[in-house]
């Protein structure tokens, strides 16, 4: 999937009646006109940021309008596998209510009729706005940013709770919009996780990981998120391993991190586990305690790591009751004979009750917070 920028000159046609319908547009700079070829009825005209073309995607019938160039224009195009993809994994009530109101909304249209006060128009037009647009937008800018390497991967330390020294790092994403700024990764990697973008973010992540690791002492590791889609794609998982051979990295310094929420279904979890294992790619249970499974996720799954959610270090303090979950997670794991790391430690307080508690491994701004591989290689190991 890809999208393209179009530049068009006034008078330009985008697309005539009739034609077939391969893409929607957002309207990036200018005005389009949209008009009925037979008796030339303008029926609309359109302004920056505002969808066109999106009726006969969606149900995959030619033009039933044409589209011309009013000013100078630049538009983005949406294919329609972004947006049928969409549709085909929406729910089923969306889907057909969507159906529907393309079916009256068609049914306006030989009156030429699509005019400013009808509601129904009004309702599909904000609709699609406020849900689709901004998100197709801002996938649009996150593949150009992709593709550009503009998104970033940061490294934050990972420390041995003993000694404090550094012994790992997890290798976290950073994307800064052009206009809006710093977008939380939270963000745009769920919005990678709907597409195949996800992929491509993680070829970035592992390639600079793989590429630090081979700069890096033997024994320290790397930790990577990986996603689902990720762990289902043998190329994907091909790739990575090659791109290991290529720099002499022993995969077993790649710890890959799986959340709870990504698992729902053990028998699929446990081949995503197997098949790491068979490449040599340790497996981490990241933000353990926080999910529904978490003692069934122990009982069916063989992590070599486990790593307890910020929440219980936040709260430590707070709630003694928390302390009391952190000492019995300790037990398990020691019984388990798994590694455990704590994310989020801030505090020479916090620091302190964990490693009393016997963790590993310690991660948060009290080690040190995310850095770039510069950074990263100026470090004592
Ligand atoms: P996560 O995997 O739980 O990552 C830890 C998050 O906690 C990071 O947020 C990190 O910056 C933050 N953190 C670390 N130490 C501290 C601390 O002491 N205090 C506080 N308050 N926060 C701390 P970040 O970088 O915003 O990442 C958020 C989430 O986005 C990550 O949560 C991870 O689930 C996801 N993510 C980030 N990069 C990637 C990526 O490349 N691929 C995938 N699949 N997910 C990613
Ligand atoms: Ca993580
Ligand atoms: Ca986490």
């Given at each position: 999937?890809?999208?393209?920028?179009k530049?068009?000159k006034?008078?330009?046609?985008i697309?005539?009646?009739?034609d077939?319908s391969d893409?929607a547009?957002?309207?990036?700079?200018?005005?389009?006109?949209?008009f009925?070829?037979?008796?030339d009825?303008?029926?609309?005209?359109?302004?920056e940021?505002?969808?066109?073309?999106?009726?006969?995607?969606?149900?995959?019938?030619?033009r039933?309008?044409?589209?011309?160039?009013?000013?100078?224009?630049?538009?983005?195009?949406?294919?329609?596998?972004?947006?049928?993809?969409?549709?085909?994994?929406?729910d089923?009530?969306?889907?057909?209510?969507?159906?529907?109101?393309?079916k009256?909304?068609?049914?306006?249209l030989?009156?030429?009729?699509?005019?400013?006060?009808n509601s129904?128009?009004?309702q599909?037009a904000?609709?699609?706005?406020?849900?689709?647009l901004?998100?197709?937008?801002?996938?649009?800018?996150?593949?150009?940013?992709?593709?550009?390497?503009?998104?970033?991967?940061?490294f934050?330390p990972?420390?041995?709770?003993?000694?404090?020294?550094?012994?790992?790092?997890?290798?976290?994403?950073r994307?800064?919009?052009p206009t809006?700024?710093f977008?939380?990764?939270?963000?745009?990697?769920?919005?990678?996780e709907?597409?195949?973008?996800?992929?491509e973010?993680?070829d970035?992540?592992?390639?600079?990981a793989?590429?630090?690791?081979?700069?890096l002492?033997e024994?320290?590791?790397i930790?990577?998120n990986?996603?689902?889609k990720?762990?289902?794609?043998?190329d994907f998982?091909n790739?990575?391993?090659a791109?290991?051979?290529?720099?002499?990295?022993?995969?077993?310094?790649?710890?890959?991190?799986?959340?709870?929420?990504m698992?729902?279904d053990?028998k699929?979890?446990?081949?995503?586990?197997?098949?790491?294992r068979?490449?040599?790619?340790?497996?981490?249970?990241?933000?353990f305690g926080?999910g529904?499974?978490?003692m069934?996720?122990?009982?069916?799954?063989?992590?070599?790591?486990l790593?307890?959610?910020?929440?219980?270090i936040?709260?430590?303090?707070?709630?003694?009751?928390y302390?009391?979950?952190?000492?019995?997670?300790?037990?398990?794991?020691?019984?388990?004979?798994?590694?455990l790391v704590a994310?989020?430690?801030?505090?020479?307080?916090?620091?302190?009750?964990?490693?009393?508690?016997?963790?590993?491994?310690?991660q948060g701004?009290?080690f040190?917070?995310?850095?770039s591989?510069?950074?990263?290689l100026?470090l004592?190991f």
């Amino acid at each position: 999937m890809s999208y393209d920028i179009k530049q068009y000159k006034q008078g330009d046609i985008i697309f005539h009646g009739g034609d077939s319908s391969d893409c929607a547009y957002i309207i990036e700079q200018g005005q389009v006109e949209i008009f009925v070829a037979s008796n030339d009825t303008i029926i609309d005209i359109l302004n920056e940021g505002e969808l066109f073309g999106e009726m006969g995607v969606l149900d995959q019938s030619p033009r039933s309008t044409s589209a011309r160039a009013l000013t100078p224009l630049t538009l983005i195009e949406v294919k329609t596998q972004q947006i049928t993809n969409r549709l085909s994994e929406s729910d089923p009530i969306v889907k057909a209510l969507v159906g529907v109101l393309l079916k009256r909304f068609r049914s306006m249209l030989p009156s030429q009729s699509r005019g400013r006060d009808n509601s129904l128009l009004d309702q599909v037009a904000s609709v699609i706005e406020q849900t689709g647009l901004s998100k197709f937008k801002l996938e649009s800018e996150l593949r150009g940013a992709i593709n550009k390497g503009e998104v970033q991967t940061v490294f934050q330390p990972i420390s041995d709770i003993k000694s404090q020294k550094i012994t790992g790092f997890e290798a976290l994403s950073r994307w800064t919009h052009p206009t809006r700024g710093f977008i939380s990764p939270v963000e745009f990697i769920a919005l990678a996780e709907e597409t195949d973008l996800i992929i491509e973010v993680g070829d970035l992540v592992f390639t600079r990981a793989i590429e630090l690791l081979s700069k890096l002492p033997e024994h320290v590791f790397i930790n990577i998120n990986v996603s689902s889609k990720q762990l289902d794609d043998d190329d994907f998982l091909n790739r990575v391993v090659a791109k290991t051979k290529d720099h002499g990295v022993n995969p077993e310094r790649l710890k890959l991190e799986i959340t709870e929420t990504m698992v729902v279904d053990f028998k699929l979890a446990k081949k995503w586990l197997n098949k790491c294992r068979a490449i040599g790619f340790p497996v981490c249970a990241d933000d353990f305690g926080t999910g529904h499974s978490g003692m069934e996720q122990l009982l069916e799954l063989d992590f070599d790591v486990l790593k307890v959610d910020q929440v219980f270090i936040r709260n430590m303090f707070k709630n003694q009751r928390y302390q009391t979950i952190l000492q019995s997670i300790a037990n398990m794991a020691h019984a388990l004979k798994t590694k455990l790391v704590a994310e989020g430690i801030e505090s020479e307080d916090e620091y302190r009750v964990l490693k009393n508690l016997g963790f590993d491994f310690g991660q948060g701004y009290f080690f040190g917070k995310p850095m770039s591989e510069e950074c990263a290689l100026k470090l004592d190991f």
